[in-house]
């Protein structure tokens, strides 16, 4: 006869074991997700830029590109294509060329604040730092406010 004790003993041993392979199959699963939206950013990003170089009339014609682009890809994919965020895309390929330095473990918000760090070595400091240590967005945010008020620099 199967001991009533036994069973819930294995089935509890066996919902941890369960769960803890589900909540780590969720994580990877975030991190990719966000990783293939942060490499797609910086794929728009170059697509702007290079469409942009390859016009006489850049300033103009950039402003324009980007004001189209938001209100077709805003309508077919959300709000997160609005004009300010297509800029950050734009800035963000600037800024990181190379696509091999971008951490996994890192948002899209996590880089939209590191492009406030103009100083490149700093900005690699935060980058390793925030991956490392594992900070939040606002830890990342309050810790580049500290350091410009330091600095007294404006925000």
């Keep these: 006869m199967?001991?009533?004790?036994?069973?819930?003993?294995?089935?509890?041993?066996?919902?941890?074991?369960i769960s803890s392979?589900?909540?780590?199959?969720?994580?990877?699963?975030?991190?990719?997700?966000?990783?293939?939206?942060?490499?797609s950013y910086r794929s728009i990003?170059?697509?702007?830029?290079?469409?942009?170089q390859n016009c006489n009339e850049r300033a103009e014609y950039g402003k324009a590109v980007l004001e189209g682009?938001?209100?077709?890809?805003t309508a077919e994919f959300g709000k997160d294509f609005d004009e300010s965020n297509l800029r950050y895309m734009r800035l963000f390929y600037q800024t990181f060329k190379n696509c091999d330095t971008l951490r996994h473990e890192l948002t899209?918000?996590?880089?939209?604040?590191?492009l406030r760090v103009k100083d490149e070595t700093a900005r690699n400091w935060?980058?390793?730092?925030?991956e490392n240590q594992t900070w939040s967005t606002r830890q990342l945010d309050r810790l580049l406010i500290e350091e410009h008020m330091k600095r007294g620099e404006a925000q």
């Design 2 to 17: 199967i001991n009533a004790l036994d069973t819930t003993n294995n089935i509890s041993k066996l919902y941890k074991e």
């Design 21 to 39: 392979i589900l909540r780590t199959a969720r994580a990877n699963e975030y991190k990719a997700v966000n990783y293939a939206l942060v490499t």
């Design 45 to 52: 990003g170059q697509l702007i830029v290079e469409d942009v």
């Design 69 to 73: 682009l938001s209100n077709k890809l």
């Design 108 to 114: 899209w918000s996590h880089y939209r604040m590191l």
């Design 126 to 130: 935060y980058m390793n730092e925030a």
